[in-house]
């Protein structure tokens, strides 16, 4: 067997971003354990619910362990006996330490969703989004003790569409970055790859997103809203308030208007639309409070004082 292919790999990583990363490693690689975060409530009711990799990794039948933190001596315990040679990270969620660093002997290999060193942290989609860049792309990279500060191994670019969401952009390169992985493993582990120092120009941070941050801010122009409505699209969610409760935006376009105040609610195209600092945002497809997601035109024919 080829050398490589015998590396024992443990994978790190939580959320639907990083299925990709884990079927296609687990096709190339013998992986001997998967860390992920624990199951947390969900939904309306708080269903205590699992992360999609410990679901994925139970039905290749890897074994998982979910510490709260990766400190805890029962994670580092089982850590040290799975011995991995390599640990791949994609979404983990956790700092790693440099004792966890140190322990395999390829190092530990992240999938990260943007083209380092812009948009370091834990948002790099949703901020590449609401910066309105062109483009993003992944980044494989050895991990340091920094913050996505680590050389870099491979680069792929892709374009930014301008129907993107989080969700529909993170899809892509969910996909793009398992892709790139599995084709520079080879070439890593064989020792014919070297880690590029990563250059501190351009470096940018994109910091953990709050749920408040989701409120609309109707002084600011509509073309920002529509990237924040895209930015936030599934989580945390754009939103103002309609009659004294949540009203969720998930899909919105622009139309040039003035002579409005900000924050006025009005009605175009038998669509509900707010006025901005500049321009209309006008909703597409929206969520009332308690109500699944609907169409604007829809919503209008239950609010019937919208911008009366």
């Known amino acids: 067997m080829t050398p490589w292919l015998d590396v024992r790999t443990v994978f790190m990583g939580s959320p639907g971003f990083a299925l990709p990363t884990l079927q296609a490693l687990a096709g190339i690689l013998p992986v001997v354990g998967v860390i992920t975060q624990p199951d947390r409530p969900a939904g309306r009711g708080r269903v205590l619910t ?3 990799v410990k679901l994925l990794a139970q039905s290749l039948g890897i074994p998982v362990i979910q510490p709260d933190r990766l400190r805890e001596p029962g994670a580092m315990d089982q850590l040290s006996m799975w011995a991995p040679e390599l640990i791949v990270v994609a979404a983990f969620g956790q700092i790693l330490r440099p004792a966890v660093l140190e322990l395999p002997r390829f190092g530990c290999i992240n999938v990260h969703a943007s083209l380092l060193p812009r948009w370091r942290g834990a948002a790099p989609i949703q901020a590449a989004i609401l910066a309105g860049d062109e483009q993003t792309g992944t980044t494989i990279m050895k991990m340091d003790p920094g913050i996505d500060t680590g050389p870099i191994l491979a680069q792929q670019r892709i374009s930014i569409l ?3 969401t989080a969700a529909t952009l993170g899809e892509r390169l969910a996909t793009t970055g398992a892709q790139l992985l599995t084709e520079v493993l080879p070439t890593y582990l064989y020792g014919d790859l ?3 120092p990563q250059s501190e120009i351009g470096a940018t941070y994109a910091p953990m997103l709050k749920k408040t941050e989701g409120e609309l801010d109707f002084t600011q122009p509509a073309t920002h809203l529509v990237r924040r409505v895209c930015a936030f699209n599934p989580w945390p969610g754009a ?3 309609w009659n004294n409760q949540p009203l969720k935006i998930h899909l919105a376009h622009t139309r040039a208007a003035s002579g409005h105040n900000p924050g006025k609610y009005l ?3 038998n669509l509900p639309a707010i ?3 500049e321009g209309l945002l006008v909703l597409d497809i929206v969520q009332p409070a308690g109500k699944k997601p609907m ?3 829809v919503f209008l024919q239950g609010a019937r004082n919208w911008g009366s």
Do not use: C, L, Q
């Open 50 to 52: 699992p992360p999609p």
């Open 162 to 164: 301008p129907t993107d």
């Open 194 to 196: 070297s880690p590029t």
């Open 239 to 241: 939103f103002t308030y």
């Open 267 to 269: 009605v175009v195209d």
């Open 275 to 277: 006025a901005t600092g």
């Open 295 to 297: 169409p604007g035109a």
